[in-house]
């Protein structure tokens, strides 16, 4: 209950932060909400999963908050610098983050069929993999108390 409950509330921020930001850097850009929405659910879920599985071994705040920043960070990043130009060759394929950019991506570009395969699989791929991680870890570390 208490993740879900974390999951919800931080998802809500980042869909209405997502669409400011994008209607101030895109104003009068024609573009398609649905991929904007559906990337930023996914970029929340994924990086909250990811960050609250990480937390759950913590015993306090401050002792997660230089690792878990520069994880998150990473995961955030990595996407942005191929953006940018910068090529990550196949490393590309195995970010958690990138699934979920292709689909902000979409929401102002056209995607091929390989990407949008790649975009949704890869999405449903990363979800489920932080949400069994984040699951074993809350078992192990707060449910249980202690490591499994």
């Known amino acids: ?19 400011i930001f994008h209607a101030i850097g895109f104003w009068g850009a024609p573009f398609d909400p649905a991929p904007l929405i559906v990337g930023t659910v996914a970029l929340g879920l ?4 990811i960050g609250m599985g990480m937390v ?10 230089i690792p878990g920043g520069l994880i998150v960070g990473l995961l955030q990043t990595l996407p942005v610098i191929e953006v940018v130009g910068l090529n990550l060759g196949p490393l590309h394929w195995v970010i958690p983050a990138e699934p979920a950019f ?3 991506r979409a929401s102002t570009t056209s995607l091929s069929t390989g990407e949008w395969a790649f975009a949704i699989g890869g999405t449903i791929f990363w979800l489920v993999a932080a949400g069994a ?7 192990a570390h707060i449910a249980l108390g202690g490591d499994r």
């Not at 759950?56 to 908050?65: E, G, K, N, P």
């Not at 991680?133 to 078992?139: D, H, K, S, V, Y």
């Open 1 to 19: 209950a208490y993740l879900f409950s974390k999951l919800l509330t931080l998802l809500g921020f980042t869909i209405v932060e997502a669409l």
């Open 46 to 49: 994924t990086n909250t999963l």
């Open 56 to 65: 759950a071994s913590q015993d306090s705040v401050l002792s997660f908050l």
């Open 102 to 104: 292709m689909l902000l």
């Open 133 to 139: 991680w984040t699951l074993r870890r809350f078992a």
